[in-house]
């Protein structure tokens, strides 16, 4: 026998299949036996028994004599509905309270707890997808080469959901990982999606911290000296000096905002086409040209040439120069980005 609603449904208010398949035949058939209804059901009598003082427990029948009746289905499933609600937000409780609990009890974890090593590429990136899909407020992060692979990108959507649901964060990227053009996209795609990025050079190692509370960083990364393994550490007193280690970098590095802000064409009182507004833009990024031919798809003769372009149209008499007239431009048009 068919049951109305869907199986989540009734699972949300806690009931099985076969206590809905009861239910539903007592609402149709008040009055019959407990052997009838079974066959009707298609479980044993003991088990149609079983679901009927479920049933009655929770306020969708009640006994008269030896009789049962269903409750009428508004006022019983609403109450339970309510119930059920009033159990999740004590759960919510609970959990809050279980939380302080955990955070003291942490401080007396054994040292393999604090401390666990990864091993193997594979093993890291399920790791890491582990750590970016549980974080709840923040996600710092130091992005240097060598790299355990490539962008992964089952990585980046955890990421981009991170975001999604108000997680913030932050990376500082060193300007040589920005000579691979493939990690370039990942990055200019990060910052496309709300990420805060910002460059630094010579950094000295990798390094995320999750929410405060954990940090992964690598033991031994490059594969052309074995097998790489990382280390999460979850130690309180060395954690909250990592991120803060992390907070001085970001405040000294250099923005990475190659695609938002204001359009240069805006601010020089020239117009640009949108090739050499981008053009423009990752120049102002602080990347290699070797990095940007390979992003745009052009020989580095080509770059040079149309560089060289842009430097006599807004009559720059180099990089530098057309790198300060650009920032000049953009903030003439977008006020806010003054310091």
């Known amino acids: 026998m068919a049951s109305p609603g869907s199986s989540e449904l009734w699972n ?104 666990e090593v990864i091993r193997g590429g594979p093993a890291i990136l399920d790791r890491l997808r582990h750590l970016v899909e549980s974080a709840v407020r923040g996600i710092d992060s130091i992005d240097t080469p060598p790299y355990v692979s490539g962008p992964d990108p089952t990585l980046h959507d955890a990421e981009t959901a991170a975001v999604e649901r108000g997680v913030r964060i932050r990376t500082i990227v060193d300007f040589s990982a920005l000579d691979d053009p493939l990690h370039v996209r990942d990055v200019l795609r990060s910052v496309e999606e709300g990420q805060e990025v910002r460059l630094s050079a010579a950094l000295r190692t990798k390094m995320i911290v999750v929410d405060g509370e954990r940090v992964l960083i690598p033991l031994a990364v490059d594969v052309r000296f074995g097998e790489p393994h990382v280390a999460i550490i979850g130690h309180r007193e060395i954690v909250d000096a990592l991120a803060g280690y992390f907070d001085r970098l970001f405040e000294t590095a250099v923005p990475l905002d190659p695609i938002a802000g204001a359009p240069v064409s805006q601010g020089s009182g020239q117009v640009f086409s949108p090739q050499e507004e981008r053009l423009l833009q990752l120049l102002s990024s602080g990347m290699t040209d070797g990095a940007i031919a390979a992003y745009l798809g052009l020989s580095e003769r080509t770059l040079r040439r149309r560089i060289g372009t842009l430097q006599d149209r807004l009559g720059a008499r180099g990089r530098y120069q057309l790198g300060q007239l650009v920032e000049r431009a953009r903030m003439a048009a977008d006020p806010s980005r003054r310091g």
């Open 12 to 115: 949300a208010l806690g009931l099985t299949t076969d206590e809905v398949a009861v239910y539903t035949s007592l609402l149709h058939d008040p009055g019959a036996s407990a052997d009838v209804r079974a066959v009707r059901v298609g479980v044993s009598a003991d088990r149609v028994t079983a679901c009927v003082n479920t049933l009655v427990d929770r306020g969708l029948a009640h006994r008269r004599g030896d009789e049962v009746r269903p409750a009428r289905p508004s006022a019983a499933l609403l109450s339970l509905a309510r119930a059920r609600r009033a159990a999740l937000e004590n759960a919510e409780s609970v959990a809050s309270e279980l939380d302080e609990v955990f955070g003291a009890g942490s401080a007396y974890t054994g040292a393999d707890e604090l401390f």
